[in-house]
């Protein structure tokens, strides 16, 4: 268990609708960083907070935004679904902002999207 | 922009033998950190093995260790006293400054009993 807990574990849902993910990092932990696992696409960083503030975006979509609050828990939202949205979506937390220091992410279980 | 590429999408190998997975790299970068993660079946992510770019040695971890060649920037992971429980994809992956992982495709490795 790596301490990163993500729910719900899977949620399907329609085109055009609007889901959201939440994680809670490991105990201590004050970054948090979202993924989205695709078949075609693979593994892609999508946006990283650190202590409730947004530090990197990657490759998120305009119709997805996430945050995370004073109690560090974040939340990504997707909306406007489309088929292509379909993915494993993982959270992952580290102690730091970033830097060269030992900063180990640790994943969630993911979330396992489906849109029908 | 850096990229990571596994030029192996699949592997096999029996049970009790040793296996190296590839994966190479492209950065200007001096300093960064390598990984690689392994997924069972179960979809968890899982830290195999890390090693930081300014270090020389190798790293090891109990029956993984890497061959980290930075001129080359190749970094291949080897498993010996291969395990049924080591079936699973295993992901190279790259952080540098902007502290983001990159993945490379993956190599699905089956171990066979």
């Known amino acids: 268990d790596s301490g990163v807990t993500q729910t719900p574990k899977h949620l399907i849902t329609a085109t055009g609708q609007r889901v959201t993910l939440r994680c809670s990092p490991r105990?201590?932990?004050?970054?948090v960083y979202w993924y989205q696992q695709s078949l075609d696409q693979g593994l892609q960083f999508l946006i990283q907070?650190?202590?409730?503030?947004?530090?990197a975006k990657g490759n998120i979509l305009e119709r997805f935004s996430a945050q995370q609050f004073p109690d560090l828990h974040s939340e990504l939202n997707l909306s406007s679904l489309e088929l292509g949205d379909s993915a494993l979506y993982f959270c992952a937390s580290s102690e730091e902002a970033g830097g060269l220091a030992k900063n180990i992410q640790y994943f969630g279980a993911g979330t396992r999207l489906s849109v029908l | 922009a850096q990229t990571v590429t596994q030029s192996q999408p699949e592997m096999s190998v029996q049970e009790a033998e040793t296996v190296t997975l590839s994966c190479t790299y492209d950065?200007?970068?001096?300093?960064?950190?390598l990984f690689w993660y392994k997924q069972p079946p179960s979809r968890q992510m899982i830290l195999v093995i890390r090693q930081e770019a300014y270090k020389q040695q190798n790293a090891t971890e109990n029956r993984f260790s890497v061959n980290f060649q930075k001129a080359a920037k190749s970094f291949s992971l080897k498993i010996s006293d291969s395990q049924l429980g080591d079936t699973a994809m295993y992901f190279c992956?790259?952080?540098?400054?902007?502290?983001?992982?990159?993945f490379g495709t993956g190599t699905l490795l089956a171990v066979q009993p």
């Open positions: 992956a790259f952080r540098g400054a902007t502290n983001k992982l990159i």
């Open positions: 950065t200007s970068e001096n300093n960064y950190y």
């Open positions: 105990s201590g932990d004050l970054s």
């Open positions: 907070y650190y202590n409730g503030e947004e530090r």
